[in-house]
């Protein structure tokens, strides 16, 4: 007696035989066909023909044959539109039903009939289902308004369901509260701008109450709702959270992180001294580590959003390190995942479990595993100093297994260890070369290459190893022949005399026999750095190399926050942006975590500050790319082509606009940072990736207090035909710009100008295109506002602030460099915690610091901080020590490179006292610049 | 006549544009694919416009990739859709959503699809939806509401959709009754949702079950790198009228994470640690807990392990002993243990001391049914293993499973102090049992 009989078919005309028992007489038999029919549907067969004959069934007083009837009619009334309209009837009338249940029903599945026609009907009953008497009525009439506007929106908002729908969040049922909630959020997704859900304190406090009473659903759309508000203050908002934290216990994990995302949002508004504060970080570490004994699939999404929510506060979970320990049959989905976490979590203090835990990982079955275990130990000997040995010596043990696949990965991270420790490690190399032989993929051979060039001075037979991997030159992979090259160009740069042949060899390779244009050119461009400048070819090849991240993967700051705003979304398990999972143009509104109470500005003001360059008309000057084309055929192409075409290029010297030439040379050289192995691009890992949100950068606003140097001739109208370039550079209000004027001293009219950047220390690039609308006649001045974003590529350049650009216009290309003061790329959100920087100061080495006079200042320390402050300068602590004022300060950069300071202010003493310290030394000296700018003037 | 491009109007550029944000604008959950495990989709739900089953071919490529059934990623991109399943009882559940909506809400939802079939089924099989088809529909219909979530209460459900027994299935087909319920559940809109009214028994009775689970990682050389506690308090509670009940702790400062149902009031615990509530009828989790690997927690059992293979040698050891540790006098029962040998192992020659031992040497999986263990004569499983001829020495080192159970004993320490009841005027019967189990209970080698 079960329903499979349902699925058993006789052999001919099994619609036909359902058709006659749909129009049985018998009630029982009628029921029985409407199953068959339902249990065909179920399986994907087409029983649409049927369509009139169950229809007819629908007229009866059998809840359980109505249902059926519904369910069928659901499925196919979207592809016979006419017969659907023969069921309206009844919905209508079962929309008067006495029964509640029967009303409810009705509305609900006229609101899933999804055909144009039907919709008329349904407005009447729905008007009176959203205003009846029983809240199961009214809670599934509001869910039945979101399916209306689905179908047409028009419709929904000429009648005014908008607003009934709006007044049923006041309703004193919490179901249908929370319903009401997910409605209205559901239509508001469609329409980013209306004021749907205008969330105030009264609707606030309503929201909240009902959380308490509605279901585990309702409460997930209440608190996502709750998500969007903008607390006035930071009392508000601890009164929000002390109202959400009780969800963090409920048994629903999506509960749970709803409210966590709820708290982590809000939590930023609360003063950091507050007890409160404290005691919610305390609360958000129990529920985040509970999910982890969930099911798989529920671990790996509580996963993801840990991931986010330990990069935005590693302090709520850095004592759980041990929950992330991975177990032998976690899904290799979670151990991934849990991995990732461990890596992030890890410090100085839980090291050495962390590397007992690798190493067990590194004997694993699972090859994918392996690998990322290896590559963790790699990352945690760049991220924590003191590891690094220890790590090391850990690859070795595992390079000693000779186990192909590890042996491998070991050596691509052993490179990226001698790149953020150069010259500490080298002893090991011995041990790498003896595995030579046993590299067969790419990245490992690469990254051995890479090893014996930049150590070739130390390894007596580079040359022969060298060579060795130069006969089976053609089968190697690109990544493989570039690294080839470069290496043996530096072997030859430092031992010119053993390794000429050497270098012949390969550049005939290169340039000759490979039909690779990357490596032709790169090839060629050795060859004439190295016949025409040796000097300069030492100068090129063996660069100092840029700093290496020391987080890897880390989520750049605005998508961070956003993403933080998205907890529990498919945009943090994908740790993309959420305009990125909306199909078609609908925008979507950037959340923003708010500003923490006593920065003095409020979400408006800071609003305005970052409508400024997205407001730029569209573009009317040639896009990026078309100038990029237009510079390369000027450039390749002059008029009057005497000379070989690759000439020009060569006199242009370090400036680059080949798009491919010189700095992609630099970058094969530099080996890669961890995260991308031995690949061409040089971009710390840090920098902000192009996401289309670069107008976010400056979220908090600022004063415009910063200093802004007058402008100074760049360009003299001597050395460019007549144009004459001034300018200077400013932040304001977190955005970079480049100020420009420009003068036609020629007799012609000047047009069409665009402008390029080179490559450059902190990824500077024009963030939009030349806005000179119309045509410069002679003896004309323009002043133009150049809004830049720091996406661009990175080089490192000396000086380190100096900026190389390339301005075209109808007559010519010129050239001109330029320095910008390093406070342009001080970030607004560089105010490091005190405890951060306690920590931060002692961990950076001693031999970092930098000491500077500066001198002639008559401020006192507090309009000195102001002025500091101004430019982002910021100042955490302050302190008095017999009549010495010492003020600690920090500034970050956009690259996420920390700088902290010491100044101190002796009162009488116009001389000031400065230490800086940071990883990175060599800024040191331009961050000293930036504060005797910013204090002298 | 040359055929020039004819104008679109702006009008219906418009229309064009409307309608792509008309089928974006569909959230939740828009359909539910049921696959075996053979990989055949035997039921189809869609609450909105129907999606075609090819969608499901982004889940047939996943799985093909995946090494193990269950290492499919729970969250799959496909071009339109996002693809979110659940593995249980060998059935895929996998939900297809169009736009952004929260995966733990989906995932959480599918759960509650499983749970309910196990319920109304007895077991949540292939075989079991297919004969309940018409239910299972009806169940899925009540559950979801263009895409919301709108019953999944079980007690709720059961007065909706009356649960198929054998006998009700005769009698409807006699009578001609059905089984879908007339009236509106009585819980649907009350300030306790969970619980029905009218309940009525003969024999009123309370039973809480506390079930802890432990989740050990113990390293070889016998200590424990980690180990955490998962609790539940199951309750089979059968009460008549509305019971309001309190249940007291000796030590309830254990209880310092804890997820409740929502019928415990979360005030009472926050203020006085006490779980005070009205409670739904029938089953139900009253709460689940965990002891972190931060509090010290007992381990029960202990290995002795020697899995060694010799370089050059074609034959390898085995040497396994158990043991009780921490287990405060009570008896460990229904030990299992199981271990992934090597892939170089051909097959393992050993000799239990007591139980079965079978090895698979295909899957290399060795499982040993030791059963309980007695102190005075410690179980063992020694002999050899026989590797390929000329192979090399594996390099994995197996990982050993236990488990276990152990009647009478919350290893945590938590122990019931009293259960009283309010509101009603009868005398219950009360009962409180304890069990510990293993979790993930793993020792490397």
Redesign the interface.
């Known amino acids: ?4 009989k ?2 058993t078919t006789t052999k001919k005309g099994e619609i036909f035989e359902l058709k006659a028992e749909l129009n049985s007489d018998k ?2 038999k009628k ?1 029985e066909a409407v ?1 068959k029919v ?2 065909s549907m ?3 067969k087409d029983v649409s023909a049927l369509f009139p004959d169950v229809v007819n069934c629908m007229q009866t007083d ?4 109505k ?2 009837v519904y ?1 069928y009619l659901m ?1 196919y009334a ?1 592809s016979q539109p006419d017969m659907a309209i023969m069921a309206v009837n009844t919905f209508v009338k079962d929309c008067e039903d006495p ?3 029967i009303r409810a029903l009705a509305v ?1 599945t006229m ?2 009939i ?1 055909v144009d026609k039907i919709t008329e009907y349904l407005c009447e009953p729905l008007r009176k289902c959203l205003k009846d008497e ?3 009525v009214r809670k ?1 009439a509001a ?2 308004v ?2 209306l ?3 047409n ?1 028009q419709l929904v908002e000429d009648q005014g369901f908008l607003d009934t729908l709006k007044d049923l969040i006041s309703d004193s ?1 919490p ?1 249908v509260v929370a ?1 009401a909630v ?1 409605a209205l959020s ?1 239509i508001a ?2 329409h980013p701008n209306s004021n749907l859900l205008d969330l105030n304190p009264q609707t606030i406090n309503k929201l909240l109450t009902a959380l308490n ?1 509605c ?3 309702g409460q ?1 759309f209440i608190l ?1 709702c709750l998500a969007n508000y903008m607390p006035r203050d930071d009392r508000e908002s601890q009164s929000i959270c002390e109202r959400v934290t ?1 969800r963090l ?6 509960v ?3 409210a966590v995302k709820v708290l982590m949002k809000f939590m930023e508004m609360l003063p950091k001294d507050l007890d409160y504060y404290g005691t919610l970080l305390k609360k958000l570490a ?2 985040l ?2 999910l982890l ?1 969930a ?4 671990q ?3 996963l993801r959003n840990i991931n986010l929510i330990v990069q935005k506060r590693p302090e709520i979970l850095k ?2 390190m ?2 992330f ?1 991975v ?3 976690d ?3 979670v151990k991934l995942e849990k991995l990732d976490i461990m890596i992030r979590l890890a410090s100085q203090a839980n090291i050495a479990q962390v590397l007992a ?1 690798l190493k ?1 990982y590194a ?4 090859v994918d595993f392996v690998r990322k275990a290896v590559r963790a130990i790699g990352r945690c000997a760049i991220k924590v100093e003191q590891s690094a040995e220890r790590c090391v010596s850990t690859l070795l043990d595992l390079i000693q ?1 000779k ?1 192909n696949y590890v042996v491998q990965e070991a050596i691509v991270v052993i490179k990226d260890i001698f790149r953020k420790y150069p010259n500490k490690y080298e002893s090991v190399i011995a041990t790498l070369c003896e595995n030579l032989d046993s590299l067969d993929e790419p990245e490992a051979r690469a990254a051995m290459i890479w090893i014996v060039g930049e150590y070739a001075e130390r390894i007596d037979n580079a040359d022969e190893l060298l060579e060795s991997f130069l006969e089976g030159f053609h089968d190697e992979s690109t990544q493989v022949q570039l690294q080839l090259l470069t290496a043996i160009v530096k072997l030859f740069l430092k031992k010119p005399t053993e390794t000429q042949e050497l270098v012949q060899q390969v550049l005939s390779l290169a340039t000759q026999d490979s039909d690779n244009p990357d490596l032709r050119d790169r090839g060629y461009i050795y060859w004439r750095l190295l016949s025409t400048d040796p000097v300069a070819a030492k100068e090129v090849v063996l660069a100092e190399k840029p700093l290496i991240s020391e987080e890897t993967d880390l989520i750049e700051p605005t998508l961070l926050e956003e993403l933080i705003c998205h907890i ?4 943090s ?2 740790h993309k942006p ?1 305009s990125a ?4 143009s ?1 925008g979507v509104q950037h959340k923003r975590i708010p500003a923490r109470a006593g920065s003095g500005e409020s979400a408006e003001s800071s609003d305005v500050g970052q409508s400024g360059p997205s407001e730029a008309p569209p573009a009317v000057i040639p896009s990026q790319g078309d100038l990029l084309g237009d510079l390369l055929n000027l450039d390749l192409a002059p008029p009057t082509a005497t000379v070989p075409s690759v000439q020009p290029s060569m006199q242009m010297g370090a400036m680059d606009l080949l798009g491919g030439g010189l700095d992609s040379l630099l970058g094969g050289d530099i080996g890669g940072s961890p995260s991308m192995g031995a690949g061409l691009g040089v971009a710390p890992a840090a920098m902000p990736t192009a996401l289309g949100i670069a107008p976010a950068v400056g979220g908090v606003g600022m004063p415009t207090g910063s200093y802004v140097a007058p402008k100074t001739v760049w360009l003299p109208a001597m050395k460019a035909k007549g144009l004459e370039i001034s300018g200077t550079f400013a932040r304001r209000g977190g955005i970079i710009q480049m100020d420009l004027t420009l003068t036609n001293k020629a007799m012609s009219v000047m047009t069409d100008f665009a402008i390029q950047f080179n490559r450059n220390s902190f990824g500077l690039a024009p963030a939009g295109p030349l806005q000179v609308l119309t045509p410069l006649s002679p003896n004309q001045t323009i002043d133009v506002s150049l809004p830049l974003s720091t996406s661009g590529p990175v080089m490192k350049m000396e000086p380190l602030n100096n900026l190389q650009v390339a301005v075209k216009n109808n007559i010519d290309v010129f050239y001109f460099s330029c320095q910008y003061p390093l406070s342009l790329i001080f970030v607004e959100d560089g105010k490091m915690e005190r405890q951060v920087f306690l920590a931060t100061w002692k961990d950076i080495p001693n031999d970092n610091e930098a000491q500077f006079q500066i001198k002639d200042i008559h401020l006192n320390s507090d309009a000195a901080s102001n002025k500091l402050q101004g430019s982002n300068i910021f100042t955490i602590a302050k302190r008095t020590v017999e009549g010495q004022d010492m003020l600690y300060q920090s500034v970050k950069l956009t690259n996420g490179i920390w700088v902290l300071a010491e100044m101190r202010i002796q009162t009488g003493n116009p001389n000031y006292t400065l230490s800086i310290k940071c990883r990175a030394p060599e800024v040191c000296q331009f961050v000293f610049l930036c504060y005797e700018l910013v204090l002298k003037n | 006549m040359p055929n020039h491009p004819v104008p679109v109007p702006s009008s219906v550029l418009a229309a064009l544009k409307n309608k ?9 959950i828009h359909s539910l694919f049921l696959v075996n495990a053979s990989g055949d ?10 999606v075609s ?1 090819s969608v499901c071919d982004y889940f047939f490529e996943a799985l093909e990739r995946a ?2 059934p ?2 499919v ?3 799959i ?1 496909t071009p ?1 859709h ?1 693809l ?4 249980r009882h060998r059935i895929y559940f996998v939900a297809v959503i ?8 989906v ?3 599918l ?1 509650r699809v499983v749970d309910t079939f196990q319920d109304y089924f007895g077991v949540c099989t292939e ?1 079991a939806i ?9 169940l899925l ?1 009540e559950m979801l ?2 895409g ?2 709108l019953a ?2 079980s007690n709720i459900l059961k007065e909706l959709i009356k649960p198929p027994t ?1 006998l009700r ?2 009698v409807n ?1 006699i009578t ?1 009754s ?7 559940p009585t819980g ?2 009350s ?1 306790v ?1 969970w619980r029905r009214t009218g309940v009525k028994y003969t024999n009123n009775e309370a039973y809480f079950d506390v079930i802890e689970e432990i ?1 050990a ?1 113990i ?1 070889k050389s016998g200590s424990t ?2 180990a ?1 506690i ?1 609790g539940v308090i199951d309750a089979c509670v059968k009460l008549t009228g509305m019971p309001d009940l309190t249940l007291s702790f000796m030590n309830p400062r254990l209880l ?7 019928c415990v009031r ?2 009472r615990w ?1 203020a006085e640690r006490i779980l005070s509530f009205i409670p739904p009828d029938g089953n139900f ?1 009253l ?2 807990y ?1 002891v ?3 509090n010290l927690v007992a381990i029960p059992v202990y290995v002795k392990h020697n899995i060694s293979f010799r370089e050059g040698s074609s034959q390898g050891r085995f040497e396994l002993t158990l043991g009780p540790k921490q287990t405060m006098g009570k008896a460990v029962e229904s030990v299992l243990v199981s271990s ?1 040998l090597p ?1 170089g192992v051909l097959n393992a020659n050993l000799n239990p001391s007591q139980g079965t031992y079978t090895f698979d040497p295909v899957t290399k999986l060795l499982s040993w049914d030791v059963g309980k263990i007695n102190p005075q004569k410690l179980p063992s499983l020694k002999g050899s293993m026989s590797l390929q001829a000329g192979a090399s020495k594996p ?3 197996p ?1 050993i ?1 236990i488990q276990f159970k152990i009647q009478q004993l919350a290893i945590s320490g938590l122990k019931v102090n009293r259960l009283d009841m309010y509101g009603e005027k009868y005398k219950p019967f009360k009962g409180i049992k304890y069990m510990t189990k293993a ?2 209970f ?1 020792v ?1 080698t």
Not at chain 1, 1 to 4: F, H, I, K, L, R
Not at chain 1, 62 to 65: G, S, T
Not at chain 2, 84 to 87: G, K, Q, R, T, W
Not at chain 2, 178 to 184: A, C, F, P, R, Y
Request: charged share 25%; hydrophobic share 35%; with cysteine.
């Open positions: 007696m079960t329903d499979s349902y699925f009630k029982e029921k199953k339902i249990a179920t399986v994907g059998n809840l359980e044959l249902k059926l369910l499925n979207k029964n509640p249940l609900r609101g899933c999804r029983d809240p199961y599934t869910v039945c979101a399916k506007h689905d179908i929106a049922n179901m319903n997910a559901e997704e469609s009473e279901t585990e659903w997930i996502d009780p216990s409920h048994a629903n994990s999506a749970v992180l709803s129990p529920p580590v509970t004994s099911e798989p699939e529920l790996y999404v509580a004592h759980e041990k929950v320990f177990k032998y049959n899904p290799i989905y835990e067990e004997t694993e079955v699972d297994t186990v529990g979304t498919l945009a398990v994908y959420p999972f909306v199909e078609g609908r | 792509t944000i008309h089928l974006s604008a569909a959230k939740m989709i035997f039921l189809e739900k869609h609450w909105k416009s129907v089953r090494t193990e269950e290492n990623p729970p969250v991109p339109h996002y979110i399943n659940v593995l169009q736009s952004e909506v929260p995966p733990l809400f995932i959480e939802f759960h075989a297919k004969d309940n088809v018409v239910v299972v529909y009806e219909e509401d263009n919301f979530p999944t209460e054998i299935t005769v087909t001609g059905t089984n879908v319920g007339e009236q509106l649907q809109l300030v949702p989740d990682i390293d790198i980690t955490e998962q310092d994470d804890v997820s409740f149902h929502p979360f005030k926050e989790r709460l689940s965990h972190s690997s931060q992934q892939r390099d994995e080192n990982t499973n979790g993930k793993q490397r």
